[in-house]
C-alpha cells in the first residue's frame, strides 16, 4: 500500500501573520492571498501542469488548529486510501486522533508523530 504521495500543504502560526504574509510575498515572491496563504500548482518536469497542488498558509498564533501539538507548523500528506494508511498507522502502535473531517475538499484525518507534532493526512477528492 501506498502511503504519502505529497505534500498537499503546509501550515504554520506566526507572532504577526500579516507582517510576515507580506515579508514572504516581498522577498520570496510568494503570491499570498487576502486568506493569508497561496497555492501552488504542479507541474511535471517540462513545466506542464498536472493534476495537484500544494497549499502554504501562514495564520495567527494564537488559533488552536494544530491542538493538540504545541508545534508552530503542521505538514498536509496527500494520501490514496485513507482509511488504509489511518488502519496501518493504528495497528503500528501510533497516536492517530479520533476525529476525521469528510467535506468537499476531500477526507482528512491526524496523527501526532513522536516530537508532538500533529500531521494531517488528505486524500483528495476524485480528481484532484
Known sequence: MKRVTGIGGVFFKAK????????YKR?????????G?????WVDSHGKPTAGTTVWSIGPDSGDQF????????????????????TA????GCTVLDKTDD????????????EGNKVELWQPPPGR
Open 16 to 23: 504577526d501573520a500579516p507582517a510576515l504574509q507580506a515579508w
Open 103 to 114: 467535506s468537499e475538499f476531500g477526507k482528512f484525518a491526524w496523527v501526532i508523530d513522536p
Open 89 to 92: 498507522l493504528k495497528a503500528e
Open 37 to 41: 496563504g497561496a497555492v501552488f500548482s
Open 27 to 35: 522577498h520570496l515572491g510568494v503570491d499570498v492571498q487576502p486568506w
Open 67 to 86: 491542538a493538540p501539538s504545541n508545534s508552530s507548523f503542521m505538514v498536509n500528506y496527500r494520501v490514496e486510501d485513507l482509511q488504509a494508511v489511518v
